[in-house]
């Protein structure tokens, strides 16, 4: 795959998402699709995050993201699609 074909994904996730395992699941998701990039949480308890890679692998990333681990109740995931512009070495937490 060439750099061209890599999106970049800007996601902030909202509902009960804190304090739930949101943040490592979503760095073990992306870690197991292959992704790079990294998630925090944000001070008004919700969680963000920017994954770069192929579409259809962010696809699957984006759908995992609507459901979160099983203690999370994820009411709704704003997310931008951009031309990968950032790059990143791994996935992590910030």
């Known amino acids: 795959m060439s750099e061209t074909d890599l999106q970049q994904l800007h996601a902030v996730v ?3 998402v ?3 395992g949101f943040r490592d699941a979503t760095i073990r ?3 197991a699709l292959g992704l790079t990039g990294w998630v925090r ?3 008004d308890r919700t969680v963000e995050t920017v994954a770069v890679g192929d ?3 962010l696809e699957q990333f984006i759908s995992f993201l609507h459901e979160g681990p ?3 109740r994820v ?3 704003n997310a931008e699609w951009h031309a990968a512009a950032d790059t990143f070495t791994d ?4």
């Open 55 to 57: 579409r259809p692998t």
């Open 91 to 94: 996935f992590s937490m910030r």
């Open 18 to 20: 804190q304090g739930v």
């Open 75 to 77: 009411q709704r995931v």
């Open 14 to 16: 909202h509902g009960r």
């Open 70 to 72: 099983w203690a999370a």
């Open 41 to 43: 949480n944000l001070p």
């Open 29 to 31: 998701r992306a870690q």
